[in-house]
């Protein structure tokens, strides 16, 4: 399972910390990523790493402002958001896979959304 948490409401120039705990037959991928979905448009890639090689990837629009981390003692995510704009409002997934680099089309689970809400 991936549990996700650490969405909610923020301002323009904001920071948000998202959160994602794998369990379970998760723990056997070895890549976890964060999509977002906004209304009405298709889930877009975010922001991925390697659990065991500290590879990263960015979607550009978030390069400067986001980081992923991880921390393989407690099998958690981290999107730390930073800088935060309203076009970053969207329902955020986390999700594992172990094709690098981490897309849509090699997701093995997905983790429930968490919602972030940014107001300008």
């Known amino acids: 399972q991936l549990q996700a948490s650490g969405g909610g409401l923020a301002q323009a120039g904001d920071s948000l910390r998202l959160s994602c705990a794998a369990s379970?037959?998760?723990?056997?991928?070895?890549?976890m990523g964060w999509f977002r979905q906004a209304p009405g448009k298709e889930r877009e890639f975010v922001a991925a790493?390697?659990?065991?090689?500290?590879?990263?990837n960015y979607l550009d629009s978030v390069k400067g402002r986001f980081t992923i981390s991880r921390d393989n003692a407690k099998n958690t995510g981290y999107l730390q958001m930073n800088s935060l704009k309203p076009e970053d409002t969207a329902v955020y997934y986390c999700a594992v896979g172990s094709v690098w680099p981490l897309d849509r089309s090699h997701i093995e689970h997905w983790g429930q959304g968490t919602l972030v809400t940014v107001s300008s």
């Open positions: 790493i390697r659990w065991e090689l500290y590879y990263t």
């Open positions: 379970g037959r998760t723990l056997s991928s070895n890549a």
